[in-house]
């Protein structure tokens, strides 16, 4: 979508949600912000309002869905939200002892219920209106699961596929949906990986490359080209092949 002027972006305090919302902000612009801290999110809030944007920022956990949806239709019927952005997000690795079962399903209700709190309350407006545009935060990393992270592999493969399956049902209702699948991107989350990671990107060119692809309406924002590559190879090669390789991967924390 084009020019889109009510935005919500979840998972705004930090990464690519805080570069996305520095992205969008501009006179005539409405940025719906959420995020769990509060004190960061005051400031990109004030940086966006600096810009020019009207800002309604809230300081939210994307895992209360009640509290998602009041927000989220309250801000719709004061300006009709365009474009939402489902963005918040948490990673944790195995570590040395494994992954734990609280970790687990801790990163499942981030990863997937936050998505989804941040979809739904918006879609009977959006398909009243017969418009609107909804982007998910996938990974590459939800395209071949990595013995270093297991539940993160898994929540992002379960966005990536949900929002492919949504697309074709809210067709019908002129509403678009893309799916945003990036490699490394340098933020607070990937601040703690110990290992090198190629291909790093900033997060104010990954706002920029996703910013681009959802103008152009584009189903599938993977990036950089290199990353993609490499991952989709993993993926059809056979797991025989590749399970002995992918387990010398190093650990994340």
Do not use: H
Request: charged share 20%.
């Amino acid at each position: 979508m084009r020019d889109p002027r009510t935005i919500v972006i979840t998972g705004a305090s930090s990464g690519i949600g805080e570069a996305l919302a520095l992205a969008y902000a501009g006179p005539g612009v409405t940025l719906g912000l959420t995020g769990r801290d509060a004190e960061r999110l005051a400031d990109i809030a004030r940086l966006c309002r600096d810009r020019g944007a009207a800002v309604d920022a809230a300081t939210l956990d994307a895992c209360d869905g009640p509290a998602m949806a009041a927000w989220l239709t309250a801000l719709d019927g004061r300006s009709a939200v365009d474009l939402v952005i489902a963005n918040a997000g948490v990673s944790a690795g195995t570590g040395r002892d494994g992954e734990t079962e609280e970790q687990a399903r801790r990163i499942f209700a981030v990863n997937l219920d936050g998505v989804m709190n941040s979809v739904f309350p918006l879609l009977p407006a959006m398909r009243a209106r017969r418009r609107g545009q909804v982007a998910l935060m996938a990974s590459l990393a939800g395209f071949r699961g990595f013995p270093g992270a297991p539940a993160y592999c898994a929540s992002k493969a379960a966005v990536r596929v949900w929002g492919e399956a949504l697309r074709g049902d809210l067709a019908r209702d002129g509403i678009g949906v893309s799916v945003i699948c990036p490699g490394f991107v340098r933020s607070r989350m990937t601040a703690r990986n110990p290992f090198p990671m190629p291909f790093l990107m900033d997060a104010g060119r990954a706002a920029a490359i996703v910013r681009r692809g959802l103008e152009r309406g584009r189903p599938r924002i993977a990036f950089p080209g290199p990353m993609v590559a490499a991952v989709w190879l993993l993926a059809a090669l056979p797991p025989r092949w590749t399970d002995p390789l992918l387990r010398l991967a190093p650990k994340k924390p």
